[in-house]
T-cell receptor, first 107, second 113 residues
Framework: SQELEQSPQSLIVQEGKNLTINCTSSKTLYGLYWYKQKYGEGLIFLMMLQKGGEEKSHEKITAKLDEKKQQSSLHITASQPSHAGIYLCGADVGMRFGAGTRLTVKP | DSGVTQTPKHLITATGQRVTLRCSPRSGDLSVYWYQQSLDQGLQFLIQYYNGEERAKGNILERFSAQQFPDLHSELNLSSLELGDSALYFC????????????FGQGTRLTVV
């Protein structure tokens, strides 16, 4: 089955700083989801990437899909405390998820 | 609001008992996925249903079972509960298979005492 590895596992940044979270797949990525989860709550859909090279943005969050590298990255510009939470990537095929990246933004 | 409804939100039960978790997918969504999320654990895929039929199985214990009904809602049955079954259980739904957006419910927090 497809496995997704996220890095880093956790991240602490100062408010206003940029950051990047990576998601690497063990198999070809045909499509990928990004979600955000606040601790103990449901997953909020951020975006879905369907094609290699595709890039999507949602407010200050941008995600890209690199099919050849079997990788996706999620970039947050000028982070805010409201960005804090767990970010999870999930494969379109099989709906399997990475372990998540826990983001803390210090005011 | 994702449009996916899970009930109950919280459940406290004793070891050895049986519980049923319910998921109502978004209107028109045929696929339902169930996940378990334990403390400090990632989202573990349990099982998928599509239009009433089981499509894929993940790390689902034999004590657990699920079904999807003709009205497309789904139920996850957990029996002979153990302390280690305490977790958040999520369902997600999407219209079809690949290339469709998937949305999650708010989860059911199960505590086994």
């Amino acid at each position: 089955s497809q496995e997704l590895e996220q890095s880093p596992q956790s991240l602490i940044v100062q408010e206003g700083k940029n950051l990047t979270i990576n998601c690497t797949s063990s198999k070809t990525l045909y499509g990928l989801y990004w979600y955000k989860q606040k601790y103990g709550e449901g997953l909020i859909f951020l975006m879905m990437l369907q094609k290699g090279g595709e890039e999507k943005s949602h407010e200050k969050i941008t995600a890209k899909l690199d099919e050849k590298k079997q990788q996706s990255s999620l970039h947050i510009t000028a982070s805010q405390p409201s960005h804090a939470g767990i970010y999870l990537c999930g494969a379109d095929v099989g709906m399997r998820f990475g372990a998540g990246t826990r983001l803390t933004v210090k005011p | 609001d994702s449009g996916v409804t899970q009930t109950p939100k919280h459940l406290i039960t004793a070891t050895g008992q049986r519980v049923t978790l319910r998921c109502s997918p978004r209107s028109g969504d045929l696929s339902v996925y169930w996940y378990q999320q334990s403390l400090d654990q990632g989202l573990q895929f349990l099982i998928q249903y599509y239009n009433g039929e089981e499509r894929a199985k993940g790390n689902i214990l034999e004590r657990f079972s699920a079904q999807q009904f003709p009205d497309l809602h789904s139920e996850l049955n957990l029996s002979s509960l153990e302390l280690g079954d305490s977790a958040l259980y999520f369902c997600a739904s999407r219209r079809g298979g690949m290339n469709t957006e998937a949305f999650f419910g708010q989860g059911t927090r199960l505590t086994v005492v």
